[in-house]
């Protein structure tokens, strides 16, 4: 508190020399009139007493006349700084305002509130749907079902059934059509090369009856596949959705400890406010500041500015 006051004396000695461009000074006698009356040195078309008895930041203005102890006629104008005396209001509104404002931001019903948690909820809605995206990708692969396969190992298995099935039918198609020509072959009558003919044909239609069967097996093993799979559907449906509950908790804690991080860092700005304005503050330790214009006489006509001076007061008693 020394260094502060301290610092602060300082600092108001050089607002006085300041004040020193601004005021000049009267008095009650001849002497007073006459100071009163001089031209402000900083516009001459105005009179220093009008100037310091004006002055906005003076109150309580008075004009004295004295002989130092040089033999001198002093002309005195003193005032009371308001500004001064409003020192430990101005920091009290201060506080309350700096409260007030950072409170706000605590307020659901406040814009800036809303807008930093509805931003924070859309980047948490983008990162779930990555999560539940790469949770289902996850499952699909590794989460084993009743039958021992997972369901991708499932899809994977219909698809290559169904790969073996359309082979099969394309060769039936093939060989069907090698059927058709030796019937037409035939058909024309009788030659050297029918026996070969009617042998191939006979073999083709083995060869179609073959596949067929094949393609029925594998219908029948392909329908119990998907079967399989509407079960497992529903199955992996229960474990994804039992993941994804999981993972929805873990990720609405996170936001919910960021918002409480948020919350926690405004609440101890407050804290920090409400500390600060309960302690003692320099500016606050101020009781009065009092201005005095000095001018030395140095003929009945003539005077000089010898000095402007701030005299402080402070609540404890210096």
């Known amino acids: 508190?020394?260094?502060?006051?301290?610092?602060?004396?300082?600092?108001?000695?050089?607002?006085?020399?300041?004040?020193?461009?601004?005021?000049t000074?009267?008095?009650?006698?001849?002497?007073?009139?006459?100071?009163?009356?001089?031209?402000?040195?900083?516009?001459?078309?105005?009179k220093t007493g009008q100037v310091l008895d004006n002055y906005r930041y003076c109150v309580d203005g008075k004009w004295t006349s004295e002989e130092d102890d040089k033999g001198r006629r002093i002309v005195s104008y003193t005032c009371r700084l308001k500004h001064f005396d409003d020192a430990e209001d101005i920091v009290e509104k201060h506080y309350e305002d700096a409260i007030k404002t950072t409170e706000a931001r605590l307020d659901e019903k406040n814009p800036q509130y809303r807008q930093i948690f509805d931003v924070e909820n859309a980047v948490k809605e983008g990162q779930w749907n990555q999560i539940e995206q790469r949770v289902r990708s996850r499952l699909e692969k590794s989460a084993l079902l009743s039958n021992g396969r997972t369901l991708d190992q499932t899809k994977r298995l219909a698809s290559d059934i169904q790969r073996q099935i359309n082979r099969h039918q394309n060769q039936v198609m093939m060989?069907?059509?090698?059927?058709?020509?030796?019937?037409?072959?035939?058909?024309?009558?009788?030659?050297?090369?029918?026996?070969?003919?009617r042998a191939r044909m006979a073999q083709n239609e083995k060869l179609i009856a073959d596949r067929q069967a094949k393609i029925k097996g594998l219908e029948e093993e392909l329908q119990k596949v998907r079967n399989d799979l509407s079960d497992e559907e529903k199955q992996f449906a229960d474990k994804l959705k039992d993941a994804l509950a999981v993972?929805?908790?873990?990720?609405?804690?996170?936001?919910?400890?960021?918002?409480?991080?948020?919350?926690?860092?405004?609440?101890?700005?407050?804290?920090?406010?409400?500390?600060?304005?309960?302690?003692d503050h320099p500016w606050a330790e101020f009781k009065t500041a009092r201005l005095e214009?000095?001018?030395a006489m140095t003929g009945e006509?003539?005077?000089?500015?010898?000095?402007?001076?701030?005299?402080?007061?402070?609540?404890?008693?210096t």
Not at 25 to 46: E, H, I, T
Not at 181 to 192: I, V
């Open 1 to 23: 508190m020394t260094l502060c006051t301290n610092h602060l004396r300082a600092l108001a000695a050089a607002l006085a020399a300041a004040c020193a461009l601004l005021l």
């Open 25 to 46: 000074g009267c008095g009650d006698d001849a002497s007073v009139d006459f100071v009163r009356s001089m031209p402000y040195a900083l516009d001459k078309a105005a």
């Open 301 to 317: 006509k003539s005077a000089d500015l010898i000095g402007t001076m701030l005299h402080l007061a402070y609540k404890d008693g």
């Open 247 to 279: 993972e929805r908790k873990a990720l609405d804690e996170r936001y919910e400890e960021r918002r409480q991080n948020y919350v926690g860092s405004i609440q101890k700005s407050i804290d920090k406010l409400k500390a600060e304005a309960g302690a």
């Open 175 to 197: 060989t069907q059509g090698a059927v058709n020509y030796d019937k037409q072959q035939l058909a024309r009558g009788s030659g050297p090369g029918d026996d070969a003919v």
């Open 293 to 295: 214009v000095r001018y």
